[in-house]
Structures are given as structure tokens and as C-alpha cells.
Nanobody
Framework: QVQLVESGGGLVQPGGSLRLSCAAS????????MGWYRQAPGKQRELVAA???????NYADSVKGRFTISRGNAKNTVYLQMNSLKSEDTAVYYC?????????????WGQGTQVTVSS
């Protein structure tokens, strides 16, 4: 089993910054794709940023130039640096890890961390 734990959410004023962290533990044998998603009230969960096992990254258009996803020294940790935060960034942020074993794809999610951008 794999567990993901997020941290770093909170309340911040517009224009401020936050850094989210996600640490994965359990039966993990290689570097796996990881990503950050968010879900605002009344909206569907959406991809914010993703990090491939090969080091590539991609971002939602709404966060390009403001958010940065990065990996930690431990292979299965991932961070999301969020700068120039806007009220529309308010959401619960979730970390996801995807593990591929042969033809099987397993997705693991963290419990989520609340980010509120408000003055």
C-alpha cells in the first residue's frame, strides 16, 4: 500500500506565496509520476501541475509562470511553490502518484490540504 501526506496549506493574502509538500511512503520501488490537483467548491477536480518520472513538467494554463512543481532529494517527494496567489486559487489541493506495473495502473491520492487566498 502507498500513502501520500500533504502539508503546507493555509490562509494567504492575494499576491502572497505558499509552498505545498507531498511525501509518499509504502511499497514504492522507483520514481513515479506525481502531480498536484485542486478542487474548488462546486467545481471538478483539475490538474494544476505534474512531474513525470523522467523529470518533465507540465502546468495548467491558469498557473503557468506563477507555480513551480519540483521533486525533493527523496525520489517520491514533490513540492508545489505557489507565487502571486489569486483568490481563484482557493481550493483543496491534492497530491497524486501514479504507479504503472505491467498493464496495471494504480493511482494514489493524499488527503488534501486547504489553500485559501483572501484579504
Amino acid at each position: 500500500q502507498v500513502q501520500l501526506v500533504e502539508s503546507g496549506g493555509g490562509l494567504v493574502q492575494p499576491g502572497g506565496s505558499l509552498r505545498l509538500s507531498c511525501a509518499a511512503s509504502g511499497k514504492i520501488f522507483s520514481t513515479n509520476p506525481m502531480g498536484w490537483y485542486r478542487q474548488a467548491p462546486g467545481k471538478q477536480r483539475e490538474l494544476v501541475a505534474a512531474s513525470t518520472s523522467g523529470g518533465g513538467t507540465n502546468y495548467a494554463d491558469s498557473v503557468k509562470g506563477r507555480f513551480t512543481i519540483s521533486r525533493g532529494n527523496a525520489k517520491n517527494t514533490v513540492y508545489l511553490q505557489m507565487n502571486s496567489l489569486k483568490s481563484e486559487d482557493t481550493a483543496v489541493y491534492y497530491c497524486k502518484m501514479t504507479i504503472l506495473t505491467g498493464i496495471h495502473v494504480y493511482e494514489y491520492w493524499g488527503q488534501g490540504t486547504q489553500v485559501t487566498v483572501s484579504s
